[in-house]
């Protein structure tokens, strides 16, 4: 597949701070992503090295995850997202959302970056690819156009078990959802957005599981809050600033050096993604005990 951007299509996600949708992979070859990843849900049921089996899909899957790392590096998707933030390019995370069909499960509206410790950074984007038939029905994303030209606003947590997010954050103001764009995709198809829009999903009323994929791209120059480094997988261009600890695609599903990799980046990583939380985050929570040799993962500022 061929999914350089149009010049259109990037004056829209400038405008808009988002771009829909953009096919990456043919129907066929999401059909196979899908049997992969249902396949991954059966072999591997109770998750691993002490994690649950939602949590290493929730959180930086392209640690673990080879098939999710594989999807990552996908030129379709670093042609699109090259076409936006440049051409050198990490991913910070990979995370499937699954809604089960008819299930409650919802998004609330919330800006991504909120919690994320990079600030008002133009310098990230998500990739957000449908693995299933993402319509209306099904609790398609829903996005508030222009609204990333705002900063970061307030937002609440409400630990809603109904709510797919980490906290249940929510965007503390009012939302005019007559404005709001349904983000319908067909397996196979993205869509971009920025980490500032405004963007919500309801429940899954349809017959079917509602299965996306959110990739997290970054890239080299982002100033990050945090005073210490950040992980992340280079996959396209160069770092010549130096910023990220970089980590390599995993070898083989849940090997032990992949897993204790994973629990280091969860040790760093929680402490910025659950900062001021009321509540215990359970989704940055790290496994007790030991979960593997780390070894040499290849890291360092590469």
């Known amino acids: 597949m061929v999914a350089s951007l149009s010049a259109g299509q990037i004056a829209h996600y400038r405008e808009n701070g988002f771009v829909s949708p953009v096919r990456v992979f043919s129907k066929g070859e999401a059909s196979r992503i899908r049997r992969q990843i249902e396949g991954l849900e059966r072999s591997h049921s109770k998750g ?19 098939l999710l790392a594989q999807i990552a590096q996908t030129p379709a998707i670093l042609d699109a997202v090259e076409a936006v933030i440049g051409p050198d390019l990490l991913v910070w995370s990979c995370e499937l959302f699954i809604k ?32 299933s038939d993402v319509t209306e029905l099904a609790g398609c994303m829903r996005f508030i156009p222009g609204s990333h030209k705002q900063p970061i606003q307030p937002h609440h947590d409400t630990f809603d078990a109904d709510n797919l997010l980490s ?12 404005k709001a764009f349904p983000n319908t995709l ?25 299965i ?24 396209r261009g160069a770092d ?23 629990n280091r980046i969860l040790d760093h990583q929680s402490s910025v993604l659950a900062a001021g939380a009321g509540e215990f985050v359970e989704l940055y929570a790290k496994a007790a005990g030991d979960v593997g040799t780390e070894g040499d993962f290849g890291g360092g500022n590469q």
């Open 240 to 262: 010549h600033a130096q910023n990220w600890t970089h980590v390599p695609p995993p070898q083989s599903i849940f090997a032990p050096s992949s897993l204790a990799l994973y």
């Open 212 to 235: 996306g994929m959110a990739i997290r791209y970054v890239t080299p120059h982002i100033d990050k809050q945090s005073t210490t480094t950040d992980y992340a997988m280079l996959v």
């Open 167 to 178: 906290r249940g954050q929510e965007f503390a103001g009012a939302v005019d959802e007559s």
């Open 100 to 131: 089960e069909a008819g299930s409650s499960k919802v998004v609330s509206w919330h800006q991504d970056l909120t919690y994320w410790g990079m600030g008002e950074t133009d310098e990230e984007l998500t990739a957000w690819i449908a693995v």
């Open 186 to 210: 067909l397996p196979g198809e993205m869509s971009l957005h920025h980490g500032r829009l405004l963007h919500a999903s309801g429940p899954n009323q349809s017959m079917d599981r509602r």
């Open 48 to 66: 691993a090295g002490g994690y649950s089996l939602n949590q290493l899909f929730r959180v930086n899957g392209q640690v673990t995850i080879p």
